[in-house]
């Protein structure tokens, strides 16, 4: 299996980006996915998961509101639209897969791990 995020870059604060997550090899299209993000010197924290048919979402705290989490199955890819973002949203962001439709915020229960995209607000 493998995860190609990609869409991150260096946007002001109050803007915009997407990030992709694409799957290939042998994944299953309903398994759940998950967005975590990792700042420098900060351990990696969930943001966001969507379950194998995309009906359950689940927010982090601090992005509720802001962010929006989504899937095609059909391309086997999953997005992370985030809105209004602030310098703190700064990070390394991952997206990952798990054996389950079920989605979950515990990085240790998901399975696969794409290479992670750099997102930079300005202030």
């Known amino acids: 299996v493998q995860l190609q995020a990609s869409g991150g870059g260096l946007v002001q604060a109050g803007g915009s980006l997407r990030l992709s997550c694409a799957a290939s090899g042998r994944i299953f299209s309903g398994n759940a996915r998950g967005w975590f993000r990792q700042a420098p010197g900060k351990e990696r924290e969930f943001v966001a998961a969507?379950?194998?048919?995309?009906?359950?979402?689940y927010y982090a705290d601090s992005v509720k509101g802001r962010f929006t989490i989504s899937r095609d199955n059909a391309k086997n890819t999953v997005y992370l639209q985030m809105n209004s973002l602030k310098p703190e949203d700064t990070a390394i962001y991952y997206c990952a897969t798990r054996g389950s439709n079920w989605p979950t915020d515990r990085p240790l229960e998901y399975d696969f791990w794409g290479q992670g995209t750099q997102v930079t607000v300005s202030s």
């Open positions: 969507i379950s194998g048919g995309g009906g359950n979402t």
